[in-house]
């Protein structure tokens, strides 16, 4: 969709009103967004005007955005959703209980820590690095996440795309190191790393959202890196997801929990966010 055509004289008219309201956006596709109710639902109706109309079964979709997954499961045990994303904790339970209707799926999202290199400290290749091994990712995808989710040491997943030659991307260009987290090279980078700032002890701000298993994988990133990383201090800042984007965007936090999802089936679509100069590149990040 990223390279899709759009009416230039719709996008024109709308100024910077375009895709901010379900009436400020055209549709060529199987469906039309009839109803946005900002941050609470969404409402899809089948488009009479779609040229393959007769193979679109559904006349309506309703989304419900809900935070607490919690509250997707309530309405889902109600019969007043049909679907709904499980967080760990009722994972085990739907997939015993109602194995017919438990379903996992590997997608392409990518999440990883957001270093801002304006910032003094992650400047700093080794305290980058140290935080890196620091912290259990295994962990993190098998017991609080525990929804199919793998640990990653790269940035561009396997499957994603092939290059001229058929070969995935992944296994041509390797993993970015062995995925062994480990807390002892960790330390010894750590202290390094604080010789080379001339500091005993670091405070660093961890900027985070305040989603349920968000939120989980950042207090337990906290917890390790204060366990294994000798004289560092980590406070979270939890936000709402849309005031997150906007201090990472302004460069306005330290470090961050961060996710891309790709626009489209190349690796630039991940890497990009490393480029110099580029407007993805959220960390001023250049090598």
């Given at each position: 969709p990223t390279f899709f055509p759009l009416n230039e004289k719709y996008v024109k008219?709308?100024?910077?009103?375009?895709?901010l309201e379900a009436d400020k956006l055209l549709y060529n596709g199987p469906f039309t967004m009839s109803e946005w109710k900002h941050e609470?639902?969404?409402?899809?109706?089948?488009?009479?005007?779609?040229w393959d109309k007769a193979t679109v079964k559904l006349e309506e979709i309703n989304v419900n955005i809900v935070k607490e997954t919690s509250t997707g499961v309530n309405l889902y045990d109600s019969?007043?959703?049909?679907?709904v994303i499980l967080s760990s904790e009722f994972v085990d339970k739907y997939k015993k209980n109602k194995p017919d209707e438990f379903k996992t799926k590997l997608d392409p999202r990518m999440y990883f820590l957001r270093f801002n290199q304006k910032n003094a400290t992650f400047k700093n290749q080794k305290v980058r690095?140290?935080?890196?091994?620091?912290?259990?990712?295994?962990?993190?995808a098998n017991v609080i996440l525990n929804d199919g989710s793998l640990p990653a040491y790269f940035l561009v997943p396997?499957?994603?795309?092939?290059?001229?030659?058929?070969?995935?991307?992944?296994s041509v260009n390797k993993n970015f190191r062995d995925s062994k987290d480990n807390a002892e090279k960790a330390k010894k980078l750590w202290e390094e790393a604080k010789k080379e700032l001339g500091q005993d002890t670091?405070?660093?701000?961890?900027?985070?959202?305040?989603?349920?298993s968000r939120k989980k994988v950042g207090d337990f990133i906290k917890e390790e890196l204060e366990k294994n990383l000798?004289?560092?201090?980590?406070?979270?800042?939890?936000?709402?997801y849309k005031q997150k984007l906007e201090l990472e965007?302004?460069?306005?936090?330290?470090?961050?929990?961060?996710?891309?999802?790709?626009?489209?089936?190349?690796?630039?679509?991940?890497?990009?966010?490393f480029v110099t100069g580029s407007s993805f590149n959220e960390m001023d990040y250049s090598n």
């Amino acid at each position: 969709p990223t390279f899709f055509p759009l009416n230039e004289k719709y996008v024109k008219e709308q100024g910077d009103k375009y895709a901010l309201e379900a009436d400020k956006l055209l549709y060529n596709g199987p469906f039309t967004m009839s109803e946005w109710k900002h941050e609470r639902s969404y409402q899809l109706k089948k488009n009479p005007n779609y040229w393959d109309k007769a193979t679109v079964k559904l006349e309506e979709i309703n989304v419900n955005i809900v935070k607490e997954t919690s509250t997707g499961v309530n309405l889902y045990d109600s019969d007043q959703a049909d679907r709904v994303i499980l967080s760990s904790e009722f994972v085990d339970k739907y997939k015993k209980n109602k194995p017919d209707e438990f379903k996992t799926k590997l997608d392409p999202r990518m999440y990883f820590l957001r270093f801002n290199q304006k910032n003094a400290t992650f400047k700093n290749q080794k305290v980058r690095e140290a935080i890196d091994l620091a912290y259990d990712k295994k962990g993190i995808a098998n017991v609080i996440l525990n929804d199919g989710s793998l640990p990653a040491y790269f940035l561009v997943p396997e499957k994603f795309t092939t290059g001229p030659d058929g070969k995935d991307f992944r296994s041509v260009n390797k993993n970015f190191r062995d995925s062994k987290d480990n807390a002892e090279k960790a330390k010894k980078l750590w202290e390094e790393a604080k010789k080379e700032l001339g500091q005993d002890t670091i405070t660093v701000e961890f900027l985070n959202d305040d989603n349920g298993s968000r939120k989980k994988v950042g207090d337990f990133i906290k917890e390790e890196l204060e366990k294994n990383l000798p004289g560092i201090k980590v406070n979270l800042k939890q936000q709402p997801y849309k005031q997150k984007l906007e201090l990472e965007k302004k460069f306005e936090y330290e470090f961050s929990l961060s996710a891309w999802s790709p626009d489209y089936p190349d690796p630039m679509t991940y890497i990009d966010m490393f480029v110099t100069g580029s407007s993805f590149n959220e960390m001023d990040y250049s090598n």
